[in-house]
């Protein structure tokens, strides 16, 4: 019985262990590399080979079970049969679910750390040549702030608060396609992925403590060649915000009779008045903002093809874009030019070149030009008899306007051209070395030129006058970076676990020139004809970056996540013994709704918990910065001279941030309504600041490592679809952040100082503090401005505080911050049949900004020879004993325009940013001009602003660098309120 | 599977070992490089002149408005009575008209800055030097040239921070830091007047021993540092030795007073002078334009400055006491169409033309800091102060003589005034807008009276003005030749930065 029995054991093992062969492949049949074969119901499985075969034993009653990232699950019963041939389809579903993370993609399912995805059709509804406006509002804990309307500026973009304080760039770090840095268009864009937290930043180490911004760009999707044009015409008005220069009537008696409002009897002196100001001169209304900035036309197309066969897959785009600028001679135009293409060489390599040309020219303008234009006088006639713009110079009588200067003919006999191209090639290379190894080497070249031209022609009043002057400075760039990694993936039942392991190299190169003479001939403008006062320069630079790159993702039964990583870099920036850094970083994460408690749940549909810590750095500090240096940049009687440039510090190394985060996502209702919600604190240590030296030394700073920076706070996203029916949907989207900014560690305050006006960075304040003297308004007896005088003790504290008349005993306290409390957007998309209404909002809360427009145009007297804006409707000016003003007597006006808490504001602001009509015919319409689809739509940007702020647009700008200080704002290139008529077609 | 990852490991590794990532500044020297490379020491020798004349990165900025000289002039000659203030200005030159001046006012925080930015060159330039154990002819005279700049910002900066030499107890009264090594600890306490002094002779005596070259105006001599310590002697009222070094100068032989034909085109031409002891040479390339030059404040043609400050009436009528005086000619008075004088915010221009015309630029010009003719000058002060009315008046008709006044010469104090004030009038008249005036009159402890029209006046505005009338009632019409705000404030910067030093 026992032998009978072994017998039939083995017969049945026997046939349990059938050896099963077979080929996996995908929808254009070429062999799928690991491809994971289960035995269902058991751990038993294989993956499969180069060649997409593979063998395994099994029992025919058995079943097998096909599996592959992005694929749907095939699933074959054994039985009799031997060899297999499987053929796998994608899963459109899965595919749209993958997320883009730089060196890796992950599912969202897989995502332990903070990240947002917005695709193609999420950006495109904003009609913009740049990728930040298309961001605004719509990432939580992303500010973005479009500083200038300056046609082809970019704007600035800050990912949860900002974490440095020297001066220079805050933006994000930019991957484009995997490889660090790049170009593209935003046409071209397939989804953007923000990473927020050490968890997915933490993979770009020394190069990530501002957020990194993850862009793919366009594929072909399918076999079908598909084309796609986009095209988009409209104008641009200028956007003053609450600016409005004063009429000649207003300025005259408004304001240039308050001049003569007589000390004693408190009455305008208009014999006097009179007799300095005719009375004419009310009627002569010349307002130059209207002749200056007028509405311009704007226009873009977009035309793309795309397809693929078995070996070869393409996108190829063109982009066209031309804006001219609302003020005068200013404009803007771009092509761009994207090359995408895959091959299939073998069954185990595949290339992917991506190339992407992008040129532009455009016409900028002189700052002066726009800030005499806003304050010229309005009574001064800029024209002569002829219509053409006037000349004007010191010596031309009865010009009212300050500095005798006339915007219209400046900007006509000057030129502020620039052109430039940028060049990126891509090629990544992906070898297959067997089931679970890959290489793949991703290298970018990128060529970049630019050149910038300044003329003034002799005929222009001013300093060039009866000379000339032309500059022309021309900068390329070039470098390359090279990624070469190693992935790995190994399952092992239900443990799965992939990585990467491989190193980054980084050389980036620039050569600049440039030169000036002047002595120009009446109708020449190229340097050659100059002939005297020439000037050159130019430099060279270089920086290199070398990295070590690795990262592990595990995870058990696709419930369980954990990744860590690991990154060295070096950079050529710091000495020897300080280049060399470390970033860890690891990331885990629970999918709650996988539990059993929640398996059944008919509210809750998904739910994870994620949890990150991190290691990244900041090295942007240019080229030896540790170095003592005399600079070889001056010369003396045409000799070579060198003066005292920089105090060495042979220690000097990386700011870096050790982030925090953890985060809640939730999906209710079958995903109806989905939630993110985020907290996290960063900590940035070992700050490089330019530490203040005693001036007695002969340096002013020099670069060091100090203190601290801790931002910290929270982020909610909320997408809900609030009506879901056949013909009618309507979702919305929230978002919104608050970030705590707070610096520590520092030896003592550290003030910068712009036109008087400072900032404080100390212990337990924010970042970018206004540090000025207390307005208190108008002395109601005498009309005099007003300030708080402190006093303090030994100690510092304050012992008193006290009125004063007196602007130099007003010491300077602090009084507000340019960082926004909090801010977010809201948006919302309702589609009726082919009808869909998009709008977008965009906020921010409780931010200051110094007014410093209003030092000029809102100015007390002054200068008695600039126009002003019309006022606020509570503003007051005081005219006698009594008054109860805001602004004082003209006639005891001392100092009042002097940097103090006057001039700074509110900045809160609440934008509709969008609003997006379109139309898609029906489709029969569209077939029978054998087109696929038809939108058109009628598009507004920016046209409604609320805000308290009373100056130009509030969107001021947060860089500190040069002649900007964060959160104050200057005469700026006003915003544009934008109307566009939209077409496209897909065929 | 296990040699694969081993190998896959070593692999990972050489793609990220580092290669050479030392990256050297291509337009720069290093502290290192500077005895090495062979023209090291002269290339920052020639910074150091060249800092006078330039807009250094301050603050993280080329400011246009700052420069040396054109902080050195303006803040001397603005708290003057030579130039009143023709409209008020977002630039701190204001603060100069005011008296208002702070701590953080730029451009004295620039001026305080780059004198110890050529100090510091010149330190690092002595010490190099000072360590050989023998020099050749040429590294003396560029090691006395380094002292004698050293000398020279040191002298400046005690004048403008510091109380005057006369003024109280100068070994007691604060002076400014004096910086002798390159790397010292930057927490330095302020020395003493007296010792600041003591350091300026030093250093000009050990210059003017070293240097035996001429290497051009532009460059120090030993005749520029007895020309300085003739100065310096003056401020100390050391009679004798003001007299002794400006001796030296004038009977040096190398220079001769420019000529009444010849004086209206001395400043547009000062390089090639043989009346210049030392000026700062600035070259086509260095035109700062209207935005920075130091002529743009005090002239404009219409277009090539701002053109918002004018010659007191003060002043203009000094001169027209003698309509042939030459030095009217840098007076450029502007008229209206209908003839009369041009008014600007409601004051007549009179331009100064002292900082113009050199290659016939309006804003171009080669700022002389030494000149014989303040040799004489300074003699007939020390003169004056000696009661030698004799050799002052001597002094004063060998300049007369030369300025279209040989027909006007003073052979006795006229009746109603002192020798001094003759003295001083004629210094005014010669040496008017070159930073003299202002130091003159505290030196001699007399007030400096503005009581005429002008945006000195705070708060003043155009409906105020009535030039039939003088001006009472403001604060600051008339500053008397002690009041603390004579010097400026220490900067704020060095104030926060070094706890030692001491606000005034």
């Avoid at chain 1, 920086?543 to 058990?556: D, L």
């Avoid at chain 1, 507004?940 to 602003?945: H, S």
Wanted: charged residues 20%; hydrophobic residues 35%.
């Amino acid at each position: 019985m026992k032998k009978i029995l072994t017998f039939f054991l083995l017969l049945l093992s026997w046939q349990a262990f059938t050896q099963v062969t077979g080929v996996v492949v995908d929808e254009t049949d070429m062999p799928m590399i690991g491809a994971n074969i289960l035995i269902q119901g058991t751990s038993k499985g294989t993956t499969t080979d180069v060649d997409g075969k593979f063998s395994i034993q099994a029992a025919p009653s058995d079943s097998l079970v096909f599996d592959y990232i992005g694929y749907k699950t095939e699933k074959r019963w054994v039985g009799n049969q031997s060899l297999f041939h499987v053929k796998m389809m994608p899963d459109v579903l899965v595919i749209s679910d993958v997320v883009v993370m730089g060196y890796s993609s992950k599912t969202k399912t897989e995502i332990s750390s903070a990240v947002a995805v917005l695709n193609n059709e999420e950006l495109n509804d904003v009609m913009a040549n740049d990728v930040g406006s298309l961001l605004q509002g719509k990432v939580s804990g992303v500010q973005v702030l479009e500083s200038s309307g300056e046609p082809g500026s970019g704007a600035e973009i800050r990912i949860r608060g900002i974490s440095t304080i020297k001066p220079g760039n805050a933006e994000p770090l930019f991957v484009v396609d995997g490889i660090i840095g790049g170009t593209f268009d935003p046409n071209d864009v397939e989804s953007i992925t923000v990473l927020k937290d050490a968890g997915a930043t933490g993979m770009y180490g020394a190069r990530a403590n501002k957020g990194v911004i993850v862009v793919t760009t366009k594929k072909a999707k399918s076999e079908k060649v598909a084309f796609e044009f986009r095209s988009s015409y409209g104008y641009n008005t200028p956007d003053h915000g609450n600016i409005q220069m004063m009429s000649s009537q207003e300025f005259y008696d408004d304001f240039s009779a308050e001049l003569y409002r007589d000390k004693e009897t408190h009455e305008i002196d208009k014999i006097k008045f009179y007799l300095d100001y005719p009375q004419g001169l009310k009627s002569k209304n010349w307002g130059l903002v209207d002749r200056v900035f007028k509405p311009a036309p704007l226009q873009k197309y977009y035309l793309a093809a795309s397809g693929k066969s078995k070996k070869f897959g393409y996108y190829v785009s063109g982009t066209y874009y031309d804006e001219v600028g609302t003020f005068r001679n200013t404009g803007n135009k771009k092509i761009n030019v994207r090359v995408n293409t895959d091959l299939q060489l073998t069954s185990r390599v595949n290339l992917r070149n991506n190339i992407n040309i992008s040129s532009s020219k455009g016409t900028s303008y002189d700052y002066l030009d726009m800030y005499y234009s806003y304050l010229g006088v309005p009574w001064d006639n800029p024209f002569n008899a002829d219509g053409t713009p006037k000349y004007v110079d010191g010596h031309t009588q009865n010009w009212w306007s300050r500095d005798h200067i006339n915007p219209l003919h400046s900007i006509d006999n000057s030129d502020y051209s620039y052109k430039g191209i940028d060049v990126n090639y891509d090629l990544v290379l992906g070898v297959r070395l067997n089931s679970w190894l890959k290489f793949t080497t991703s290298n970018r070249m990128n060529f970049a030129t630019d050149k910038n031209h300044r003329f003034v022609s002799k005929v222009a009043a001013g300093t060039f006058h009866d000379k000339g002057f032309v500059s022309e400075s021309s900068n390329m760039y070039y470098g390359v970076t090279s990624t070469n990694l190693f992935r790995l993936e190994q399952k092992f039942g239900q443990h799965n676990l992939d990585g990467l392991i491989g190193g980054e190299f980084d050389r980036s190169y620039w050569e600049g020139l440039n030169l000036e003479g002047k002595g120009i001939p009446e109708g020449f403008s190229v340097p050659e004809v100059a002939s005297s006062e020439f000037k050159i320069g130019g430099g060279h630079d270089k920086s290199i970056f070398r990295s070590f790159i690795s990262q592990a993702n595990y995870n058990f039964d696709h419930t369980y996540f954990l990744t860590a990583s690991y990154r060295i870099d070096a950079s050529s920036n710091f000495p020897a013994n300080s280049r060399v850094a470390h970033f860890p970083s690891i990331s885990a994460s629970w999918i709650l709704n996988k539990m059993s408690f929640l398996e059944d749940n008919k509210t809750i549909n998904s739910l994870k918990l994620r949890g990150s810590f991190g290691v990244t750095g900041d090295p942007e500090i240019g080229a030896s910065r540790f170095l003592g240096l005399y600079a070889l940049n001056t010369q003396y009687s045409n000799r070579p001279a060198a003066t005292p440039y920089q105090l060495a510090n042979p220690n000097l190394t990386w700011e870096r941030t050790n982030q925090y985060n953890l985060g809640i996502d939730v999906g209710l209702y079958k995903d109806r309504i989905d939630l993110q919600f985020d907290f996290y604190n960063n900590v940035t240590k070992d700050l490089l600041i330019l530490a203040s030296q005693p001036l007695s030394q002969g340096f002013e700073y020099r670069w060091e490592n100090s203190g601290q920076v801790t931002n910290r706070g929270f982020e909610i996203g909320l997408s809900t679809m609030n009506v879901k029916r056949k013909h009618l949907t309507w979702s919305t989207t929230f978002n919104i952040a608050k970030n705590n900014n707070e610096l520590a560690g520092f030896d003592a305050p550290i003030f910068t100082t712009l036109s008087g006006i400072s900032q404080v960075y100390r212990n337990g304040g924010e970042i970018y503090t206004f540090m000025l003297p207390k307005w208190l308004g108008v002395d109601t007896e005498t009309g005099a401005p007003q300030w708080e005088k402190i006093e303090r003790n030994a100690n510092g504290d304050i012992i008193s505080r006290s009125v004063t008349n007196n602007y130099t005993e007003a010491a300077p306290q602090e009084v507000g911050s340019a960082l926004p409390k909090f801010s977010g957007g809201l948006s919302s998309n309702l589609t009726y049949r082919g009808v869909t209404l998009f709008a977008n909002m965009a906020y921010q809360y409780g931010n200051k900004i110094y007014n410093f427009t209003r030092v000029f145009m809102d100015n007390d007297g002054h200068e008695p020879y600039y126009n002003n804006m019309k006022p606020k409707s509570d503003w007051k000016r005081w005219e006698r004993p009594g008054d109860v003003a805001t602004h004082p007597s003209m006639q005891n006006n001392a100092l009042s325009k002097e940097p103090s808490s006057r001039y700074l504001e509110d900045g809160s602001f609440i934008k509709i940013r969008t609003i997006n009509l379109s139309y898609k015919l029906p489709n029969r319409w569209a077939s029978r001009l054998k087109l696929q689809d038809i939108t058109i739509g009628l598009s507004g940007n920016n046209l409604f602003t609320f805000t308290q702020f009373w100056g130009q647009d509030p969107e001021v700008t947060l860089v500190s660098q040069n002649w900007s200080m964060p959160g104050v704002s200057d005469f700026k290139y006003p915003n544009n309120k934008r109307y566009m008529f939209n077409l496209n077609l897909k065929f | 599977m296990k040699n694969t990852l081993f190998l896959i490991f070593v692999v990972a590794i050489f793609f990220s070992a580092c290669s050479d990532l030392d990256v050297l500044p291509n337009d720069q020297l290093t502290t290192g490089s500077i005895s090495i490379a062979s023209d090291g020491i002269i290339n920052v020798t020639n910074g150091n002149y060249a800092l006078f004349k330039d807009g250094a990165e301050f603050n993280g900025i080329v400011d246009d408005n700052n420069c040396y000289l054109r902080q050195y002039f303006q803040m001397i000659d603005f708290a003057g009575d030579d130039i009143v203030c023709g409209q008020k200005t977002e630039d701190p030159l204001y603060y100069s008209f005011t008296y208002t001046h702070s701590a953080s006012q730029s451009n004295s925080r620039f001026f305080w800055y780059v004198s110890y930015k050529i100090t510091n060159g010149a330190n690092t330039i002595i010490e190099f030097l000072e360590a050989k154990s023998s020099l050749t002819d040429d590294e003396k005279q560029l090691l006395g040239e380094n002292y004698f700049l050293r000398a020279f910002v040191n002298f400046n900066l005690v004048r403008f921070y510091g109380k005057g030499y006369n003024n109280g107890d100068p070994s007691s009264n604060l002076g400014v830091i004096l910086r002798r090594a390159s790397g010292e600890d930057g927490q330095k306490a302020r020395a003493t007047v007296q010792e600041v002094y003591d350091v300026v002779l030093e250093d000009a005596l050990h210059a003017a021993d070293l240097m035996n070259q001429s290497r051009g105006k532009e460059y120090a001599s030993k005749e520029a540092a007895w020309a300085l310590l003739s100065r310096v002697y003056l401020f100390m009222e050391d009679y004798t030795n003001t007299i002794k070094y400006a001796d030296k100068v004038i009977n040096s032989g190398r220079f001769t007073l420019e000529t009444s034909e010849t004086y209206p085109s001395y400043f547009a031409n000062a390089l090639s002078s043989n009346e210049t002891i030392w000026a700062i040479a600035f070259s086509a390339s260095d035109n700062r334009g209207k935005f920075g030059s130091i002529a743009s404040m005090i002239y404009s043609n219409g277009n090539s400055g701002w053109g918002e400050e004018f010659a007191t009436y003060g002043y203009i009528n000094l001169l027209q006491e003698h309509p042939q005086d030459v030095r009217a000619s840098y007076i450029d008075t502007v008229f209206a169409d209908d003839g009369t004088i041009q008014k600007k915010n409601g004051l007549e221009m009179f331009f100064i033309t002292k900082f113009s015309f050199q290659d016939g630029d309006p804003n171009l010009s080669s700022p002389v800091l030494f000149r014989l003719a303040e040799m004489y000058l300074n003699r007939a002060e020390a003169y004056a102060h000696q009661n030698n009315e004799t050799d002052a008046l001597k002094n004063i008709n060998e300049i007369r003589k030369n300025r279209g006044l040989a027909d006007a010469q003073i052979n006795s104090v006229p009746a109603g005034k002192t020798l001094l004030q003759v003295v001083l009038e004629e210094r005014r008249l010669e040496l008017a807008f070159e930073g003299h005036r202002f130091y003159d009159l505290i030196r001699n402890k007399k007030e400096i009276n503005r009581t005429y029209w002008g945006y000195h006046i705070v708060g003043l505005t155009i409906g105020d003005i009535n030039l039939s009338t003088q001006p009472s009632g403001a604060d600051n019409l008339v500053i008397d030749w002690d009041d603390p705000r004579v010097l400026y404030y220490i900067p704020i910067d060095e104030i926060i930065a070094n706890k030692l030093c001491v606000q005034n």
